[in-house]
C-alpha cells in the first residue's frame, strides 16, 4: 500500500513513476489502483517513449508513435488517434503521451491530405492500427486483439466510421465529433462521445447527441459535454477530456473494472454541462 501510496504521490505532483509489480485482478490490468488524482495528473504512472513514423507508410499519412517504456506488466493495447479538418497530429498532440502514460500504445496519425473527410479518416485509423501491430518497431509491445480509435472533428466522425466498419474493435472515442450521417445504429464499439456545449462548427444539437442516442445501448455508450466548451477544446490540454478516455479506454480496452467508478455515475462539477451513460456497463 505505500508502495501505491507514494506512486500516486508523484503522479500528483506531475512526476512520471513506474508502477509497482503487483498480481492485478484481471488479465489486461496495467498499473496501480486509479484515483483520482492519477487520472487528473499531467502524466499516468507509465514513463514514455515516442518515435516518429514515415509519410511514406501505407495507407495514411505517417505519425508518431508513444509507448510506455515498461516491459514488465505484459503487452498493451493500442488506440489510433486523427485529427481533423485541415489540422495536424500536432493541433492535438497532447493525448498521445497523456494516455500513452496509462499504459497504452498511442499512434497519433497525420491525415494522406488535410482534407480528408470523415470514411477516409476512418480507413487510415484502421490503417495505422495494422501498421502498429504488423510492421511497426513496437509491435510486440501490444495485444492487437485490443485495439480503439479516437478522434477530433472530422477526425472524430472518423473513428465513428472505423468502429462501424471494424467492430471487433473494444473502443471509440470521438471529440467534438463532426459527420454528416447521423445514424449510428449499426455500431457495436463501446463509443464515449465527447462534446463541447458552445461548439458552433460541430454543435451538439446535430451532431455529438444524435450520433449518441442512435447507438444501441447494448453496445455501451457515453456521451459528455463541456459546460461552454467550443468545437477547439481538443486542441489544448483538457482534464475532464482526459480523465473520461483514459477510464473509458482502460475499462474496455483493458476490461480493468477498476475504472468503472468513473463512468458510473460519471464525472460532475462546473466543468460538465451533461453526462449520460448506459451504467452500470455489463
Not at 464515449?192 to 453496445?219: Q, R
Request: with cysteine; charged share 15%.
Amino acid at each position: 500500500m505505500a508502495r501505491f501510496a507514494a506512486a500516486a504521490t508523484l503522479v500528483a505532483t506531475g512526476l512520471v513513476a513506474v508502477p509497482g509489480a503487483a498480481q492485478a485482478a484481471g488479465p489486461y490490468e496495467r498499473g496501480p489502483n486509479p484515483t483520482n488524482a492519477i487520472l487528473e495528473a499531467s502524466r499516468g504512472p507509465f514513463a514514455t517513449s515516442s518515435q516518429n513514423v514515415s509519410s511514406l507508410v501505407s495507407g495514411f499519412g505517417g505519425g508518431v508513435i508513444y509507448y510506455p517504456t515498461s516491459t514488465s506488466e505484459g503487452t498493451f493495447g493500442a488506440v489510433a488517434i486523427s485529427p481533423g479538418f485541415t489540422a495536424s497530429w500536432s493541433s492535438i498532440s497532447w493525448l498521445g503521451p497523456r494516455i500513452a502514460s496509462h499504459g497504452f500504445v498511442v499512434i497519433g496519425i497525420e491525415t494522406n491530405t488535410i482534407y480528408d473527410q470523415p470514411a477516409s479518416r476512418g480507413q487510415q485509423l484502421l490503417a495505422a492500427l495494422d501498421y502498429l501491430v504488423e510492421d511497426s518497431s513496437v509491435r510486440t509491445r501490444i495485444d492487437p486483439s485490443r485495439l480503439a480509435v479516437a478522434g477530433h472533428s472530422m477526425g472524430g466522425g472518423g473513428s465513428l466510421e472505423a468502429a462501424r466498419s471494424r467492430p471487433s474493435l473494444q473502443a471509440a472515442v470521438p471529440l467534438a465529433p463532426w459527420n454528416a450521417t447521423k445514424s449510428w445504429s449499426t455500431l457495436r464499439v463501446p463509443t464515449l462521445i465527447i462534446g463541447g456545449e458552445s461548439d458552433t462548427i460541430a454543435p451538439v444539437s446535430s451532431h455529438s447527441v444524435p450520433f449518441y442516442n442512435s447507438i444501441p445501448a447494448s453496445a455501451e455508450k457515453a456521451y459528455l459535454e463541456l459546460n461552454s466548451a467550443s468545437h477547439f477544446f481538443p486542441q489544448t490540454t483538457n482534464t475532464p477530456t482526459a480523465k473520461q478516455a483514459v477510464a473509458w479506454l482502460k475499462r474496455f480496452v483493458d476490461d480493468d473494472t477498476r475504472y468503472e467508478q468513473f463512468l458510473c455515475p460519471g464525472p460532475s462539477g462546473t466543468a460538465i454541462e451533461e453526462y449520460r451513460n448506459t451504467c452500470p456497463s455489463s
